[in-house]
């Protein structure tokens, strides 16, 4: 694939911090709004009062071993906020999912790049997300979640190389392909902060899922079916004793 020759922005939190700082700015002048990156932040597992957003746009990959370039429509990011009503400031952390060169027997997985006008997007959409969720006022400017593609992609969307899919993630990623641990707690519970909460709620998406599918096949197989009991040993020796107690009280009787 030929990669147009386009100005393209890596994941510098500076830069994407400063233009966050001006959108936000131009519509809450007076709130206080922070933007961190997170390369450990999960799906699902959030601090109290914390919300989630997602979206996906179109990035750049540039691999670190054949130095061969890929662009994908399906760069997924997640992002977790948090907004203190009364002092009317706010959190978000941020984790844009990398991919692998799939010509590299031993690639490992490469951040992505964005254009200018991807990074806007993506930004943009953060903050109507912020305005939907904490200050009911986002209906002026209803998010942008189409991607655009800035060339023409050829083939599907690579699963096996993809980190979202891996995680179970990516809409079009299979189970199967889950190579990482269960969530752990966000790091950002790390950072020192006066509005955290002391613990967290972390409920993967397919641990729920295996849970209901548990509880329909149960009750599933318990139709039509007689419930078996199993009879522990101690059970069975004071049934037994009884038994016995009751015999020797009709023989007492009888004499």
């Not at 009503?85 to 799939?102: I, L, S, T, W, Y």
Request: with cysteine.
């Amino acid at each position: 694939m030929i990669q147009p020759q386009k100005q393209r922005m890596g994941l510098d939190i500076g830069t994407w911090e400063q233009i966050f700082q001006e959108l936000i700015q131009e519509v809450k002048p007076w709130a206080k709004w922070t933007l961190k990156l997170d390369g450990d932040l999960q799906l699902d597992c959030l601090a109290p009062g914390w919300k989630q957003h997602q979206q996906r746009a179109f990035g750049w990959f540039h691999c670190s071993l054949c130095c061969r370039s890929w662009a994908s429509a399906r760069v997924q990011i997640l992002c977790h906020t948090y907004w203190e009503r009364r002092m009317d400031q706010g959190q978000v952390v941020m984790r844009p999912f990398a991919q692998r060169c799939q010509k590299c027997t031993w690639s490992q997985y490469e951040m992505p790049e964005f254009s200018p006008e991807s990074t806007t997007r993506i930004l943009n959409n953060l903050v109507q997300h912020i305005l939907t969720r904490y200050y009911q006022d986002g209906t002026r400017k209803p998010p942008n979640t189409s991607v655009i593609p800035e060339v023409t992609l050829e083939g599907s969307h690579d699963t096996a190389n993809c980190e979202a899919c891996a995680l179970g993630f990516c809409l079009e990623g299979l189970q199967s392909h889950r190579t990482e641990p269960l969530p752990s707690p966000p790091s950002y519970l790390k950072i020192g902060t006066s509005f955290l909460g002391n613990s967290i709620v972390c409920i993967p998406k397919q641990a729920m899922k295996q849970s209901a599918q548990a509880k329909e096949a149960k009750a599933s197989g318990s139709k039509g079916s007689v419930p078996s009991r199993a009879w522990d040993p101690l059970t069975i020796c004071l049934f037994c004793l009884l038994v016995v107690a009751l015999v020797l009280t009709g023989f007492k009787k009888e004499s």
